[in-house]
């Protein structure tokens, strides 16, 4: 049986940083169009909290770009020559254009190995588990078939929910409309926003972060058993909030695994530079217990 690669594009995050590395995990970056310059491969040295203040206090908004058709092809012609299968995972094509241009990528390339592209319609750390639980197929000796299957019985279970500070980026992205966007300003709301289906959907609007904090609580609640979950935050200014979720969290699931991470560059673009949020995956063994 061919040995599987897994491929998958830049806006992944994973809850152990060590996992692309030590197990050759391709990671095809987007690149950031920020202050005139251009860049190609993801954030490089800049730290995400730099990041973030950066956008946060920049006139101009930062283009992020999904790797390109070329980039895709290119990966996988280097795979192709060393005659092994690819499982591509793509964070949701709603989000953004990697998923389209790594399947034409796929039509090109295909033929001497075999590429399954996969739509997570997730994101940052829900594309990140997907990849673990691929990873966790083909070290067990799986297929690229079978870790394909593994990864879709466990889209489902992938759940995610985000407290903003206004919804100018969900306005920017098309998810909603100015006239809303500026209302919720001018009544001094503030959106929350679930991780559905691969896009965003209202979800609840609050006045206080203290009052975000107990809508993400109660949202992780109604999850009898949570495998993996982490919670994500934007600038150090939630950084307090960030940390009271997870040790609440903590008490409330003390067998779940629970990390924290910052927005990256896709993340943030996609919801803006500060914010709160949590995306989780539900425990498949109690889930079918209940069902």
């Not at 999904?66 to 094509?93: H, M, Q, W, Y």
């Not at 969900?170 to 966007?181: E, F, K």
């Not at 673009?269 to 949020?277: K, Q, S, V």
């Amino acid at each position: 049986m061919p040995e599987t690669r897994i491929v998958t594009d830049g806006s992944v995050h994973f809850p152990d940083p060590e996992i692309a590395r030590t197990n050759r995990i391709n990671i095809v970056p987007y690149s950031i169009d920020i202050d005139k310059g251009t860049l190609t491969d993801g954030l490089g040295n800049i730290s995400p909290e730099r990041y973030l203040d950066h956008v946060a206090q920049s006139n101009t908004r930062p283009q992020i770009k999904a790797p390109s058709i070329a980039d895709f092809t290119g990966s996988f012609r280097i795979l192709e020559n060393s005659k092994t299968d690819v499982l591509c995972l793509c964070t949701s094509r709603h989000l953004s254009d990697a998923w389209h241009h790594a399947k034409k990528a796929a039509d090109i390339v295909r033929g001497k190995i075999k590429i399954i592209v996969i739509d997570s319609l997730t994101t940052s750390i829900g594309l990140g588990l997907m990849i673990e639980a691929a990873n966790n197929a083909i070290s067990a000796g799986a297929s690229v078939e079978e870790a394909a299957y593994v990864v879709r019985k466990r889209i489902p279970n992938v759940y995610g929910i985000f407290f903003l500070e206004s919804m100018q980026y969900l306005q920017y992205g098309g998810w909603v409309g100015p006239a809303q966007s500026t209302l919720a300003t001018m009544l001094g709301v503030k959106p929350i926003f679930a991780l559905e289906s691969g896009g965003f959907i209202p979800f609840e609007k609050v006045r206080t972060r203290t009052q975000a904090l107990e809508r993400l609580m109660e949202f992780a609640t109604e999850f009898p058993a949570i495998e993996q979950l982490t919670v994500l935050r934007g600038r150090a200014r939630v950084a307090s909030a960030a940390r009271q979720l997870r040790t609440r969290l903590g008490d409330t699931y003390p067998d779940a695994r629970i990390t924290n991470a910052i927005f990256g560059p896709v993340l943030a673009a996609l919801i803006g530079p500060d914010g709160l949020g949590i995306i989780l995956c539900e425990s498949e063994s109690r889930k079918k217990l209940g069902e």
